[in-house]
């Protein structure tokens, strides 16, 4: 069964940290880039950020960029996000998804149900 499923999420503070996780099964996870994307209430969905599937190159979006950092463990399927110096307007459902090809296309054919980050005191 193809599947991504995200944890970590969770209450902190304006200036806090919180590590999300991706658990992906199903499909060569290697072999694939992925992405963290991101809904804040009311909104539409924003892409935070990108890596090979190699985790030889990475990109951040401008709002999220020296606060946040991707990686993954292609031994363990699993995909991460760190989150340093949260603001409130990082609050939001944050979706790991899975990408159509090796390098950053933004073409997301998997997506995971989410985890819900709150930043606020």
């Known amino acids: 069964q193809v599947q991504l499923v995200e944890s970590g999420g969770g209450l902190a503070q304006p200036g806090g940290s919180l590590r999300l996780s991706c658990a992906a099964s199903g499909f060569t996870f290697s072999s694939y880039a992925m992405s963290w994307v991101r809904q804040a209430p009311g909104k539409g969905l924003e892409w935070v950020s990108a890596?090979?599937?190699?985790?030889?190159?990475?990109y951040h979006a401008d709002s999220v960029k020296g606060r946040f950092t991707i990686s993954r463990d292609n031994a363990k399927n699993t995909l991460y996000l760190q989150m340093n110096n949260l603001k409130p307007e990082d609050t939001a459902l944050y979706y790991c998804a899975k990408d159509a090809s090796y390098y950053p296309r933004y073409e997301f054919d998997i997506w995971g149900q989410g985890t819900q980050v709150t930043a606020s005191s």
């Open positions: 890596i090979y599937s190699d985790g030889s190159d990475t």
